[in-house]
């Protein structure tokens, strides 16, 4: 389990404080929106997000070490990419959005649940959020992301045998959507994972190592 380092990084800001988020109900019923800033403050107030996790073969995920600029979870470990949608925007549209924004690809994703979790940290603040949890396929040629450095410290594709032992051994290295989440993929969602590669490739295509 080796963190790569790209060698096609970027430094772009694209996250912003004053961002609109959309407040939903726990049925997610959109009741109106807030700034980020004040979403996330106290015991944060509940809003529509996503969660994505990129894989290049059944066995291998994409994660990241969150940017040490974070005010929530800085430095610690998560899915390959997670974030809103703003107001007035799709999580189809913001999914790929963000995508873009920090890991600079696209991809089909598959739409697999949504939950609800509460999470404090310290006194900087909380995510209350209704997240939809997304898998997809990264094609091979993009598999060597053009990071964003505003957004990722280090990242890497990870066997799943792999990230089970790190978080038994270091369960604080990782963000809490991410436990919550990795937990119910491997549970109940290891089927949709498979089927993302039905069809066999007729390239040889496989992970490409950092």
Request: charged residues 25%.
């Amino acid at each position: 389990m080796t963190p790569t380092a790209s060698t096609d990084e970027r430094w772009t800001c694209v996250s912003f404080s004053d961002e609109p988020l959309i407040l939903v109900d726990q049925h997610d019923k959109a009741l109106g929106h807030d700034n980020k800033e004040q979403v996330h403050a106290g015991e944060g107030r509940l809003h529509r997000a996503f969660s994505i996790f990129l894989f290049c073969d059944p066995q291998t995920v994409l994660l990241h070490r969150r940017s040490e600029e974070k005010p929530l979870w800085p430095g610690y470990w998560t899915n390959s990419c997670c974030s809103h949608p703003r107001r007035d925007e799709t999580n189809e549209i913001a999914t790929q959005r963000r995508l873009q924004q920090e890991l600079g690809v696209q991809a089909p994703l598959h739409y697999l649940y949504k939950f609800e979790y509460h999470a404090r940290f310290g006194t900087a603040g909380s995510e209350h959020e209704l997240c939809s949890v997304y898998v997809g396929a990264l094609a091979p040629e993009d598999q060597q992301p053009r990071v964003n450095r505003s957004e990722i410290a280090e990242w890497g594709w990870f066997a799943i045998a792999d990230i089970n032992h790190w978080l038994e051994s270091e369960p604080e290295c990782f963000t809490p959507w991410f436990k919550l989440e990795w937990a119910e993929l491997l549970e109940h969602h290891q089927g949709a994972i498979e089927s993302l590669f039905a069809e066999p490739a007729d390239d040889g295509s496989r992970c490409v190592a950092g």
